[in-house]
């Protein structure tokens, strides 16, 4: 089981539109339709963004999407702001359970 | 409301026993449609997911920690815990238990704030 890929760092202006990637395999990321994005900020824990994919729960601003295509999924965040800038995390299931991602430190410029 | 919070000792020993609980105050983990995961974090590194609990006590585990974890639950007492043996410095991180909900399948919906582990003599 090993970790999903993600570049380790972005960074983008305010209002801009960025896109994280977030590679597997067909076990993974290719296999079902359960990928999730957590953003986390400094001591802080982890915070769902984006479940089965393309789902955001209940309340979250729709600036965040979600997308995949094969074994990469995508977490764009559009109109970015300044309390954007956080880590995120991609997440999937597999047969053995849930793997993350190494993490995209998001940097607002 | 799901209030989840870590407990257990913040310091083990090299070769010894990590043993952490994690309870919710809103009482959900007695009613028993829910899973329950156990992730860590080593500072300044990434989230490694080890493992998760059912109600009905069947469990799944990172295949690179199997062979170290056990992970229980007690709905009675509302509680769910994760014993790791034979740790390492390498298992230094903060601790976060996390549960899932109904509709949203992902490793956690609902977090605790976490909890350091230190392993060190």
């Known amino acids: 089981q090993s970790a999903l890929t993600q570049p380790a760092s972005m960074s983008g202006s305010p209002g801009q539109s960025i896109t994280i990637s977030c590679a597997g395999t067909n076990s993974d990321v290719g296999g079902y339709n359960y990928v999730s994005w957590y953003q986390q900020h400094p001591g802080k824990a982890p915070k769902l963004m984006i479940y089965?994919?393309?789902n955001r729960p209940s309340g979250l601003s729709n600036r965040f999407s979600g997308s995949k295509s094969g074994n990469t999924a995508s977490l764009t965040i559009s109109g970015l702001q300044a309390e954007d800038e956080a880590d995120y995390y991609c997440?999937?299931?597999?047969?053995?359970?849930?793997?993350f991602g190494g993490g995209t430190k998001l940097t607002v410029l | 409301q799901v209030q989840l919070q870590e407990s257990g000792p913040g310091l083990v020993k090299p070769s010894q026993t990590l043993s952490l609980s994690c309870t919710d105050s809103g009482g959900s983990i007695s009613k028993g449609y829910y899973y329950w995961s156990w992730i860590r974090q080593p500072a300044g590194k990434g989230l490694e997911w080890i493992g998760r609990i059912y109600a009905t006590g069947s469990t799944n585990y990172n295949p690179s920690l199997k062979s170290r974890v056990t992970i229980s639950i007690d709905t009675s007492q509302n509680q769910f815990s994760l014993k790791l043996n034979s740790v390492t410095a390498a298992d230094t991180a903060v601790y976060y238990c996390a549960r899932d909900t109904v509709g949203i399948t992902a490793a956690g919906v609902y977090w605790g704030r976490g909890t350091l582990v230190t392993v060190s003599s």
């Open positions: 997440s999937s299931y597999t047969t053995d359970g849930w793997v």
């Open positions: 089965d994919v393309s």
